[in-house]
């Protein structure tokens, strides 16, 4: 495509990103609120452990994604994929507005697994219409633009819809969420190119589940990954009870993990096509630091923001790094690929946020969760040095 018309669909593409980013990452903003509406009278009796129960929305989620993006890369895989992220931001509007309208808890977390189905195949199929629309080579960039979006909900998003659930409801915010999805569905079905093609086979997108590298990087993701959201489920209670701010700072808070995540972006999808293996050792070594920052400094402002910038600029840097690897560990099945690695990085969401719920109804406090982070990011750096070595060794093998 000629750049007049590649931008807007490009941009479409990343519109629909942010809608995913304000549903995944709006909670963790909202789960006081969240938790005072749909757990009334435990949040009476208990805040903390009340707000830990709410966790469990976010994890909900995330399983969803987990359950998705496999399943539907298989289904879908002779489908176009201009087609497909249409069919997917249909199931966003939806799985979102009966997030908003649940009446009880148990419900809720059924709106959002529904909700969390579309989110890995989403960004599996949006990336590689990105990249087919920028040329070969290009995933890690396609993944990015397509991220970026990710980044502008972070940004500037997350804040502005955490303060509109504080002041007018959490579900308004859900409703006003949808509308984006709905926006993005529109300007997606008006921009894409109509004839991209589909993702390969089913028989080829299931071959790649058999791939030792291509679990080994999703395992890695899902592990290493949990520190980011770990450290960041929490963050509202642990911007007020800990470090003793406003709660108008948690969307001040959230705007530093945005920035950060913009920056990783723009850096991690450019190293990416380059020197993916290298750009995820870096990645994890900057998020140990960062969670350690968050967990030992996080009482005081500084530290919190600074920490949270941190956290959000090398998980960013990471994930085109991860995406790729596994695109190039599953030739002939980039969508599974593409989709596993979003698979892969809620199983970190779920496993983070439950995690961190576990610590803080243990009595542990606010900070334990980032601390948790900090053995994550150690567990995901340790096992990129297992995957540098085997795929040396498995370089070394074919030379011979």
């Not at 028989?203 to 890695?220: D, F, I, K, M």
Request: avoid cysteine.
């Amino acid at each position: 495509m000629d750049a007049p018309r590649r931008w807007p669909a490009l941009l479409a593409l990343a519109l629909g990103s942010v809608g995913i980013g304000l549903t995944e990452f709006v909670p963790s903003g909202l789960l006081p609120q969240i938790a005072q509406d749909v757990l009334g009278a435990e949040y009476t009796q208990e805040p903390s452990r009340a707000v830990a129960h709410a966790g469990w929305m976010i994890t909900a989620y995330a399983l969803g994604v987990v359950v998705g993006a496999p399943l539907i890369a298989v289904v879908t895989a002779r489908v176009r994929r201009n087609r497909l992220v249409i069919g997917l931001l249909v199931l966003f509007v939806l799985g979102t507005i009966g997030s908003a309208v649940a009446p009880t808890f148990e419900l809720v977390l059924v709106a959002r697994f529904v909700a969390g189905l579309p989110h890995g195949a989403y960004f599996g199929a949006a990336g590689l219409l990105a990249a087919s629309m920028m040329g070969p080579g290009t995933e890690g960039r396609g993944f990015a633009i397509v991220l970026s979006g990710l980044t502008v909900a972070n940004v500037a998003g997350v804040p502005l819809i955490t303060l509109l659930g504080q002041n007018a409801g959490w579900r308004v915010a859900y409703v006003v969420i949808a509308g984006v999805f709905v926006l993005a569905l529109i300007a997606v079905a008006a921009t894409a190119p109509k004839a991209s093609t589909a993702g390969g086979s089913p028989a080829a997108e299931l071959h790649a589940l058999g791939r030792p590298q291509v679990w080994l990087v999703a395992v890695t993701a899902a592990l290493g990954f949990s520190g980011f959201f770990a450290a960041t489920s929490y963050i509202a209670p642990m911007t007020t009870a800990v470090t003793g701010l406003p709660q108008t700072a948690v969307a001040w808070v959230l705007v530093a993990v945005g920035l950060g995540m913009t920056a990783g972006n723009v850096v991690g999808g450019w190293y990416a096509d380059r020197q993916p293996q290298r750009a995820m050792l870096l990645g994890f070594t900057g998020m140990i630091f960062a969670t350690a920052l968050v967990w030992l400094v996080g009482s005081q402002p500084a530290g919190l923001f600074v920490g949270a910038f941190l956290v959000g600029a090398t998980t960013l840097f990471l994930a085109p790094a991860l995406q790729a690897r596994l695109i190039a560990a599953a030739p002939g099945a980039q969508l599974m690929g593409a989709a596993l690695n979003q698979s892969a990085t809620n199983v970190a969401n779920s496993l983070g946020a439950a995690v961190g719920s576990v610590v803080i109804g243990a009595g542990l406090g606010y900070r334990a969760p980032a601390a948790a982070g900090v053995a994550f990011g150690v567990i995901g750096l340790a096992l990129t040095a297992v995957g540098v070595v085997v795929n040396r060794r498995t370089h070394d093998m074919a030379a011979t």
